[in-house]
């Protein structure tokens, strides 16, 4: 089992940023690629960004790149999203997950926090 405990979620100005943290327990960090998803009220969970297992290769949704950033700490077992330029659009509870591989779609991904509410304002 894996345990992931999501925080940073809040309420910001549109054009702010904000940092996600995901906090990881439970089996080895370095065996799992990390993603963050979102899901707005009425829609569906939908992909953000993904990381491998060493931290060296990420893949975004073509709406946050250049904004976001994915980055991960096999010392301190966290993954962080780094979000930059906000826009209403983003918000959404954000959450984390681990999984085998990077993948886009969160039915690959076994693990999940609870989520953190981000909150964009125009």
């Known amino acids: 089992q894996v345990q992931l405990v999501e925080s940073g979620g809040g309420l910001v100005q549109a054009g702010g940023s904000l940092r996600l943290s995901c906090a990881a327990s439970?089996?080895?960090?370095?065996?799992?690629?990390m993603g963050w998803f979102r899901q707005a009220p009425g829609k569906e969970r939908e992909f953000v960004a993904t990381?491998?297992?060493?931290?060296?290769?990420?893949t975004y949704a073509d709406a946050e790149k250049g904004r976001f950033t994915i980055s991960r700490d096999n010392v301190k077992n966290t993954a962080a999203l780094q979000m930059n330029s906000l826009k209403p659009e983003d918000t959404a509870v954000y959450y984390c997950a681990s999984g085998a591989y990077r993948s886009r779609s969160y039915t690959d991904y076994s693990y999940w926090g609870q989520g953190t509410q981000v909150t964009v304002s125009s």
């Open positions: 439970g089996r080895t960090f370095t065996w799992y690629a």
């Open positions: 990381i491998d297992r060493f931290g060296s290769s990420t």
